[in-house]
């Protein structure tokens, strides 16, 4: 069976926003069954279920809002909930974004698996492909087919730039995403910062959240945590944004150039086509979240 999950304890974190520049306060609870994931504003009374009808804005990032607040920059922390199974949380956020830590998802990925998480005593739906959906226009292209698991296939293609093609299908459990996915951080390009600053954005990043490449070299003094971290962090990205069609997704979703606004369309035109996927109990399946460890330092 595949059961529905929570946390064991309540996990705190802070830090910058990345676009905002705000620094911001989250606080994750345990929620009993059939909560779901759910978004709470304390200082506004709010709160936002996590699903696809929430989705506000995909600019750069992926924002969820209600009638009286919004919540920016939730993918990495939907990834971790995402990745690791966890199907009820309550996530309590002072501020208007979730920070940007060092911009990856390692450090809420290590956070949640140190307090631990704990089944629940009821089946978790998901989400199975039968025929293939895609999604495809000039900026690329998303599609979902019949797959005995979850598993994403993204394909990056810088054109005119040392970075060139990138390419990674990944097989999506615990101990891989946490090692292989959740450290990838976020990434961007030096010609396009003063663009951001122009038009609000990138207010909290730095080279301590984010790897920056100038047309021929890596800026940050560290260098990369993978030679193909950026295919990594947009898998990491994508994790996030494809849980907000509400349940896992058993499929092999294939990416090409996607971003944040091609995922959410996507999303859109899955749901539209339901003679291609039906939803499953869970109730004869076997769980796809096994024990783990981390070890990524």
Request: glycine share 8%; aromatic share 10%.
């Amino acid at each position: 069976m595949r059961s529905q999950q929570t946390i064991k304890e309540r996990v705190h974190f802070e830090g910058v926003g990345l676009h905002t520049g705000s620094y911001c306060k989250v606080t994750l609870h345990p929620a009993p069954v059939d909560t779901g994931v759910v978004f709470y504003r304390p200082c506004k009374k709010s709160s936002m279920a996590v699903n696809i009808s929430t989705v506000v804005d995909t600019t750069y990032a992926t924002t969820i809002g209600g009638d009286r607040v919004q919540v920016r920059t939730v993918e990495h922390l939907l990834a971790v909930v995402s990745a690791l199974g966890i199907t009820n949380l309550t996530i309590e956020v002072e501020g208007p974004e979730i920070p940007i830590l060092d911009g990856s998802a390692f450090e809420i990925a290590r956070l949640v698996m140190d307090v631990g998480i704990k089944k629940q005593k009821k089946a978790m739906p998901y989400i199975k492909i039968h025929q293939p959906v895609v999604l495809e226009d000039e900026h690329g292209k998303v599609a979902a087919y019949p797959y005995d698991g979850r598993k994403i296939t993204f394909r990056l293609f810088f054109k005119n730039h040392f970075l060139g093609e990138q390419l990674l299908s990944f097989d999506l459990d615990r101990d891989s995403f946490v090692n292989e996915i959740a450290p990838a951080r976020t990434f961007g390009f030096l010609r396009d910062i003063e663009y951001f600053r122009a038009n609000g954005l990138a207010k909290g990043g730095s080279l301590d959240n984010a790897v920056i490449f100038s047309e021929t070299a890596v800026m940050n003094s560290s260098g990369l945590r993978f030679k193909d971290e950026c295919v990594r962090h947009k898998i990491l990205d994508s994790i996030g944004d494809f849980s907000l069609v509400g349940l896992p997704i058993e499929g092999h979703i294939v990416a090409d150039k996607s971003g944040h606004t091609m995922n959410v369309k996507f999303l859109n035109k899955l749901l539209a086509c339901s003679d291609c996927w039906e939803v499953v109990s869970g109730q004869t399946q076997q769980s796809p979240y096994p024990v783990f460890s981390y070890s990524y330092t």
